[in-house]
């Protein structure tokens, strides 16, 4: 158990429906980081918050957004959904900024139909 | 860009020491490597980090050679509980979007008995 939680574990939803995935940070740890997965794109980073606001910017695309609240956790608004948005989605976080290990989530599965 | 790649795919017997190469060309002086290992449905799971020479911890060595164009990850003595996708990634500087983050395209260990 790497102390990271998302919820939640499964999503099915309909194309053109939004949803919003939620990730609690470890204890401490003040980065949170998204990234999808998918059999044809990998595990590919998506966006990064430190401490309430946006650090880097990966792969987003602008259906999608993230915020990071002041208790820490991070929400990834997913809007406008398509078939490829399926995919595995996980949130990371570390302690700092730069170079500190990523602890990774057990990640929320979303399939759009 | 730190594009990393990985063979897709190793076998291994039990007892056997293994060693799992990334390539990634083009990366900076100060970019860290991390590797991670990944069972099905789960997150990855952190397994060592370095930026230079070699680190070893209780589970594995990383070995980053001078001009830093690749990286090995080595596994001594691997169990069939080492059957899993392992991923390298690269934390690379982007002054402009902040840290960028680009995993590997994995590959599978099978460990057979």
């Known amino acids: 158990d790497s102390g990271v939680t998302q919820t939640p574990k499964h999503l099915i939803t309909a194309t053109g429906q939004r949803v919003t995935l939620r990730c609690s940070p470890r204890?401490?740890?003040?980065?949170v980081y998204w990234y999808q997965q998918s059999l044809d794109q990998g595990l590919q980073f998506l966006i990064q918050?430190?401490?309430?606001?946006?650090?880097a910017k990966g792969n987003i695309l602008e259906r999608f957004s993230a915020q990071q609240f002041p208790d820490l956790h991070s929400e990834l608004n997913l809007s406008s959904l398509e078939l490829g948005d399926s995919a595995l989605y996980f949130c990371?976080?570390?302690?700092?900024?730069?170079?500190?290990?990523?602890?990774f989530g057990p990640g929320t599965r979303l399939t759009v139909l | 860009l730190a594009k990393t790649t990985q063979p897709i795919s190793m076998d291994s017997y039990e007892g056997q020491e293994v060693n799992i190469t990334c390539s990634h060309n083009n990366i900076a002086t100060n970019d860290y490597i991390t590797w991670y290992q990944q069972f099905p449905s789960q997150g990855p799971r952190f397994i060592i980090q370095g930026y230079k020479t070699k680190v070893t911890n209780e589970v594995a060595s990383l070995f980053i050679p001078a001009d830093r164009k690749s990286s090995t990850l080595s596994l001594p003595r691997v169990s069939l509980s080492d059957t899993a996708v392992y991923y390298c990634?690269?934390?690379?500087?982007?002054?402009?979007?902040?840290?960028?983050?680009?995993f590997g395209t994995g590959t599978s260990l099978t460990v057979i008995p």
């Open positions: 990634l690269v934390d690379a500087g982007d002054i402009s979007t902040g840290n960028q983050f680009y």
């Open positions: 918050y430190y401490n309430g606001e946006e650090r």
């Open positions: 204890s401490g740890d003040l980065s």
């Open positions: 990371a976080s570390s302690v700092g900024l730069a170079s500190d290990t990523q602890y």
